[in-house]
């Protein structure tokens, strides 16, 4: 059995490959030739984080056990490992580890909904938060559109964000960032909502990635009105978001426009909003790419 670390996966995930990866996952995860079950969340209340548990099946096998402790400082809020079997016998091939892979494949997901969604002249993006997912989508919707100009925001690390990219300015209020953005990222820990609909812009388009308990919300009810939902997983996002729950309805599956079931953007002026909660066949997609890595390098 091999055990991949975080240094490993870094050399052998590119994000190029790991956009379409995330295509077909999610098509595959809609069409159900994917097996996911919700995943299991058990709460370690006395440390204020969460467990996770998520198992997937779509050519590759495996599950991802993760936790989620927003509160931590100087360490990151995420950690897990992805364990893949193989499925012919169920007999254990890997454990890799799951911290960067769950940071890449969100981003990638996020652009792949981009490349869907966006209006294709879309150049200006404006990101709320500035964490590893902050960083992780800034290159990701690069590779799908050509961005011109960037803005940041967050209550804390803006400054640092800017400084480590190019190019990026920092914004002096999160209704600022917004204000005529064509893409937004809205990626924090925030427990209530940081995105007003009455600072979007005719034809945005947003990718939501935080907020993922029942109890918790990202985007304000104006913004939720506004937009055209589409979801990673419908099953998934009616228990787990608190911004869906909150919508009450659900345009589509993202993996459906992908298979060409339902349309995407249908006019310059819509709003459209992808609220990524992240799925298994994601991470088993990604850590499939990085163990098959591996193995082509041993035989070569």
């Keep these: 059995m091999k055990f991949i670390d975080e240094d490993a996966v870094r050399r052998l995930l590119q ?6 990866a995330m295509a077909v996952a999610l098509s595959d995860l809609s069409s159900k030739k994917a097996v996911q079950p919700v995943r299991m969340v058990l709460p370690v209340a006395e440390h204020k984080g969460f467990l996770g548990v998520m198992p997937a099946y779509n050519d590759a096998l495996g599950a991802k056990i993760v936790t989620f402790y927003p509160h931590n400082k100087n360490m990151h809020t995420h950690h897990g490992v992805i364990m893949l079997f193989e499925p012919e016998t169920g007999k254990p091939i890997a454990v890799i580890d799951g911290r960067l892979i769950t940071e890449m494949r969100t981003a990638a997901a ?15 993006m404006a990101i709320i938060g500035s964490g590893v997912q902050a960083h992780s989508h800034l290159e990701a919707i690069s590779l799908v559109r050509e961005i011109a100009e960037v803005r940041v925001w967050s209550p804390r690390n803006a400054q640092a964000f800017a400084d480590t990219h190019d190019g990026v300015k920092v914004a002096k209020s999160p209704d600022a ?7 937004v990222v809205v990626a924090t820990s925030s427990e209530t909502p940081v995105l007003s609909g009455s600072w979007l812009s005719p034809g945005t388009h947003i990718n939501a990635v935080g907020a993922n308990r029942p109890t918790w919300r990202e985007l304000d009810d104006g913004a939720l009105a506004a937009s055209k939902i589409f979801v990673d997983s419908r099953e998934a996002a009616v228990v787990e978001s608190g911004d869906i729950i909150a919508a009450g309805h659900i345009f589509a599956e993202i993996g459906e426009v992908v298979a060409g079931v339902r349309r995407g953007r249908e006019s310059e002026t819509e709003i459209t909003l992808f609220k990524s909660l992240g799925a298994a066949v994601e991470d088993i997609a990604a850590a499939d790419l990085v163990y098959q890595k591996t193995s082509h390098a041993e035989v070569s």
């Design 110 to 124: 996020s652009a792949m909904a981009t490349d869907l969604l966006a209006r294709r002249d879309a150049s200006v």
């Design 177 to 183: 960032a917004v204000a005529g953005a064509d893409i």
């Design 15 to 20: 994000m190029k490959e790991l956009i379409p």
